[in-house]
């Protein structure tokens, strides 16, 4: 079964400036201020933004690499398409769509917040987040619709059929590096 997913990368940037924003001007100063023009993205930070966005694409496609057909990237879009196992459960196909694009959001605003010399505290909150993000798609790309094992096994047999989860904890290797 082939998944594709598209994200479209002025969504992510929207979601991006508008988080950043909301951040920057929720940051409280000692003087009383917010840090709204230190923070929130302006267009002249679309070159680095773009940077932060291809590299949080290719993290995606590293955890869904057992699946992965292709992953092209565009000005505009990336489209990851994957080739599922038979028994993929097809019903977390949305909650799969939801979370690559949170976690491309997520990371594009963490390395931003990283470059603005935001609070080191909330940074490693952050990337403890998009961690769990990233295993959670991780999870969901190795669930199974379980069935019972080949014919022929004892009837009392607990054995389920289904693949075998070989790609464990490549999601928190990409992040070993963040929480140095």
């Known amino acids: 079964m082939e998944l594709t997913i598209n994200i479209l990368k002025a969504d992510v940037m929207a979601e991006v400036d508008k988080t950043s924003a909301y951040v920057g001007a929720k940051t409280i100063t000692q003087d009383g201020g917010n840090l709204y023009y230190n923070i929130s993205t302006i267009k002249e930070d679309a070159e680095m933004l773009e940077r932060y966005w291809r590299e949080a694409c290719s993290d995606v496609a590293a955890v869904a690499k057992e699946f992965l057909k292709s992953a092209e990237t565009t000005e505009t879009d990336w489209t990851l398409t994957l080739e599922m196992p038979a ?31 935001f609070s080191m505290d909330m940074i490693k909150v952050f990337a403890e987040e ?34 075998k989860r070989q790609n464990v904890g490549t999601a928190k290797a990409i992040f070993m590096g963040v929480m140095k």
């Open 87 to 117: 028994k993929y459960k097809t019903g977390f196909n949305e909650v799969l769509k939801y979370r690559v694009f949170s976690y491309i959001v997520r990371n594009v605003l963490m390395k931003w917040l990283l470059l603005c010399s």
């Open 130 to 163: 998009d961690s769990e993000i990233l295993r959670g798609i991780e999870d969901i790309l190795y669930a199974r619709d379980l069935t019972r094992a080949a014919e022929g096994e004892a009837r009392n047999s607990n054995s389920f059929g289904g693949d």
